[in-house]
C-alpha cells in the first residue's frame, strides 16, 4: 500500500489508519493498560517540582538509554507484547526499532507539550513509528518559521509515520481537549544511535 506525504514540505508524515482494527487494538490497549509499568514523571519548573501532565513508561534494548523530563532514562526490559509489535511494525515500515516510549493520555486533561524528536541520540532524520490506541485525539503539527499548522485526528488502531527532515522543520503537540473522559496509549517506536553507530 502506498501512502501520501501529508506533510506539504519539509520532511514527511505518512498515516496508515486502522493499521490494527477497532475490536484487536481495543484488546491491545486493555492489555497495555495492565501490563505497562507506567509512571508519573515529573520536571522542576521555576523553582517547583511539577507532575508531567500523563503517565510514561521507556521500553528497550540494554543500552538504549534516554534524556526526556530532563533525565537519562535507562530503558526497561521489553513485554512480550510490545516485541511483538516491534516486528510488526518493523516489517510494515521496512526499518528497526530498538526502543519504545508509551504515553498513557489518562483523560481531555493529560498532553504534550510542543517539541520535536530531535535528540542527538536519535541521529538525524529519524524514522518515528506512533501507533495510537484508545480514545481518538488530535495531534497538532507546527512549522519552525512558515507559519504552517497542521492538524491530525489520531483513531484507534491509527499509525503514523515521521520521517525524512520533519523534526528539523516541524514541532507537534498533543492538545488538552475538555470533555473527553476516556484514555488514549500512545507508543512512539524509535532508533536509539549507539556510540558506537555514531563513529561508523
Ligand atoms: O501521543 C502522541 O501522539 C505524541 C507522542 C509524542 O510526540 C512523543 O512521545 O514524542
Ligand atoms: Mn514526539
Not at 79 to 96: D, G, I, N, R, W
Not at 99 to 122: F, I, P, T, W
Request: hydrophobic share 35%.
Amino acid at each position: 500500500m502506498t501512502l501520501k506525504n501529508l506533510l506539504p514540505f519539509d520532511g514527511e508524515l505518512y498515516l496508515y489508519r486502522s493499521f490494527y482494527g477497532t475490536s484487536r487494538a481495543q484488546q491491545l490497549f486493555q492489555q497495555l493498560l495492565r501490563q505497562i509499568d507506567w509512571q508519573q514523571e515529573r520536571l522542576f519548573i521555576y523553582g517547583r517540582w511539577c507532575n508531567v501532565p500523563r503517565l510514561m513508561c521507556w521500553y528497550g534494548d540494554e543500552g538504549a538509554d534516554y534524556r526526556y523530563s530532563g533525565v537519562r532514562h535507562r530503558p526497561t526490559p521489553w513485554l512480550p507484547v510490545l516485541t511483538q509489535f516491534k516486528q510488526e511494525l518493523e516489517a510494515a515500515c521496512q526499518c528497526s526499532f530498538n526502543s519504545v516510549m508509551a504515553n498513557l493520555y489518562r483523560n481531555g486533561q493529560d498532553s504534550m507539550g510542543c517539541h520535536a524528536d530531535d535528540e542527538k541520540e536519535l541521529g538525524e532524520n529519524p524514522v518515528i513509528a506512533s501507533l495510537s490506541l484508545g480514545a481518538s485525539r488530535t495531534l497538532r503539527f507546527k512549522h519552525v518559521d512558515r507559519g504552517a499548522k497542521m492538524d491530525i485526528d489520531l483513531e484507534n488502531g491509527d499509525l503514523l509515520l515521521m520521517a525524512g527532515c520533519i523534526q528539523q522543520h516541524w514541532r507537534h503537540e498533543l492538545p488538552k481537549t475538555r470533555k473527553l473522559k476516556s484514555a488514549r496509549i500512545n507508543l512512539t517506536f524509535r532508533k536509539i544511535q549507539s556510540s558506537q553507530d555514531k563513529t561508523l
